[in-house]
């Protein structure tokens, strides 16, 4: 176990199990090479991790690890026999149709073979049973002739003969990438007055606490990365949260860290590389400035490891 390597897979381990913990289920642990007891342990701990994103997500779960910052929810309304008598706007947004296309038709119109036979199952199984709400994966048709692949929530309403189908989504691609591209005028092309992509500086914030376990990328990087000059990411950040990047960065991996050192047993000096920092005593400073303390200062819970700085 001491060997470098080993090291490193243990470090990954509890990367996974914090995560986890944190209601992250998305992660996986590469397979390596080695035929040993830790192999197994990262298989077991891969397969428990697919089957809690299972379980959780089809019972409505949203993730924020993952989950669009811009979705679209979508939502038909249905008669007994399953055409379609009204549908909100973001019904239109995913498929393209017009209301004149939609309205009054057959919802199997709309959807793919396969996915026409888990409906009339669905159907025959909303019949006198109003407690029936299924999740359905459903594939529907847009106007362009693609399928779009969805979780239905699909349910009866009480004292009415109507069906309610409802979905989330991610908006598509040509329809976020335009939210704040309004013209600026001259006032707002001014420094620290002008309007901001607020997409961007999202898809940046999100970037930066998926990747605290990493040394953060240079600014000439990142500009490249999210395809915009430095000068506008850096601007920006500082716009919405009134820190610089890095600043950012440093302050969410330290208190991810002396959260981590509270709540678990993991060794100091792999806390330290979970949260992107070189080495232990790079790690021991940066923490102390901020906190005033050293890591191994900390009251652990049930802890057995010890640290000497």
Not at 11 to 28: D, I, Y
Not at 266 to 275: F, T
């Amino acid at each position: 176990m001491d060997r470098p390597h080993n090291q490193k897979r243990i470090v990954t381990l509890h990367q996974m199990l914090f995560e986890m913990a944190r209601g992250n289920f998305n992660n996986r642990i590469p397979l390596s090479p080695y035929d040993d007891e830790l192999e197994t342990l990262v298989v077991l701990v891969n397969m428990v991790a697919e089957e809690m994103k299972e379980s959780i997500f089809h019972a409505g779960y949203v993730n924020p690890h993952t989950t669009y910052r811009f979705i679209n929810q979508a939502t038909f309304v249905l008669d007994s026999s399953f055409s379609i008598t009204s549908f909100n706007s973001g019904i239109t947004t995913v498929l393209g149709f017009s209301e004149m296309d939609l309205l009054h038709q057959p919802l199997e119109k709309f959807i793919s073979p396969e996915s026409v036979e888990k409906l009339n199952f669905v159907k025959e199984s909303l019949q006198g049973n109003l407690s029936f709400q299924p999740i359905v994966p459903l594939h529907f048709l847009t106007r362009e002739g693609l399928y779009v692949s969805v979780d239905c929530s699909i349910s009866a309403l009480f004292h009415s003969a109507e069906i309610i189908l409802s979905f989330v989504s991610p908006l598509p691609q040509d329809v976020y990438s335009s939210i704040g591209q309004e013209k600026e005028n001259d006032e707002d092309k001014q420094p620290g007055s002008r309007k901001i992509d607020a997409l961007l500086i999202q898809k940046l914030y999100d970037y930066i606490l998926a990747h605290l376990e990493e040394p953060l990328p240079s600014l000439k990087a990142l500009s490249r990365l999210f395809g915009t000059n430095e000068y506008k990411l850096k601007d920006g950040f500082r716009h919405f949260f009134k820190t610089s990047i890095y600043q950012f960065y440093n302050e969410e991996r330290l208190k991810r860290a002396h959260l981590m050192i509270q709540q678990t047993d993991i060794p100091l000096k792999n806390i330290s590389l979970m949260n992107g920092f070189s080495n232990y005593p790079n790690f021991s400073k940066s923490f102390k400035r901020r906190y005033g303390y050293a890591p191994n200062a900390i009251q652990r819970n049930n802890s057995s490891f010890t640290l000497e700085e």
